[in-house]
């Protein structure tokens, strides 16, 4: 009787029980580890923290950009948005310019839309970014690499500016400076860090990334 009350009270909040045996085995689970994004959550990510000129600062996620927390007239901030908003596939729907940001729907994954969000809110418009330096060149992201490189435009220089974004030590900009502190942040802070880098390149070969041919600039 108590089994078939607890499985009418989980049924009231949309959970089937389809064994009451499995009511009993669930009344005694004392830890559930799942690792399935959205089962648990609601699929939705936000900015934190950020990690440049060898500090950590808190993100501001609010429309008015009250709670600011770090200087906007630092160059390596100016580079660590330009990376976040063009080496992202992520963008808004149509048609949503009368909603705050950070409630419009975006295509693309929980990271990438998370990092347009606040890049759009922080920065500028990433849509305005991504026209003026328009894609020739891409390595996807993809669960083997877990990174992404992206060429935009030849710079006036004659060269291609590579950004890269990925896992800190699958990216090929990693140094073991970047490895120790983005490791000590994860077990710290319990995030998931998304470090990002440019490449000033001589020659367009993305499959071949050469690090004797690039200066590093790891951000």
């Known amino acids: 009787v108590c089994l078939t009350l607890t499985a009418k009270r989980m049924a009231r909040k949309n959970c089937l029980v389809k064994n009451l045996e499995a009511v009993e085995?669930?009344?005694?689970?004392?830890?559930?580890?799942?690792?399935?994004?959205?089962t648990l959550t609601q699929n939705r990510m936000t900015v934190a923290h950020m990690w440049f000129d060898m500090t950590v600062y808190e993100a501001d996620t609010t429309e008015e950009q009250t709670g600011k927390t770090f200087t906007?007239?630092?160059?390596?901030?100016?580079?660590?948005?330009?990376?976040?908003?063009?080496?992202?596939?992520?963008?808004?729907?149509?048609?949503?310019?009368?909603?705050?940001?950070?409630?419009r729907a975006t295509t693309g994954d929980a990271s990438e839309s998370a990092l347009l969000k606040f890049i759009e809110q922080s920065y500028s418009s990433v849509a305005e970014m991504r026209e003026k330096n328009p894609k020739?060149?891409?390595?996807?992201?993809?669960?083997?690499?877990?990174?992404?490189?992206?060429?935009?435009?030849?710079?006036?220089?004659g060269h291609f500016l590579s950004i890269t974004r990925g896992t800190p030590w699958r990216a090929p900009f990693h140094t073991s400076e970047i490895k120790r502190k983005c490791k000590t942040h994860i077990s710290l802070s319990l995030l998931r860090v998304v470090p990002s880098g440019s490449f000033h390149e001589c020659a367009l070969s993305l499959p071949h990334h050469s690090h004797k041919d690039s200066h590093a600039q790891p951000h």
């Open 72 to 103: 906007k007239s630092s160059d390596t901030w100016f580079m660590l948005a330009r990376i976040a908003g063009l080496c992202n596939r992520a963008d808004f729907k149509a048609n949503q310019e009368i909603l705050p940001i950070a409630k």
């Open 25 to 38: 085995t669930l009344g005694s689970t004392s830890t559930i580890c799942s690792d399935k994004t959205g």
């Open 136 to 157: 020739v060149a891409e390595i996807p992201f993809n669960s083997t690499n877990k990174y992404q490189v992206q060429n935009p435009q030849r710079r006036p220089s």
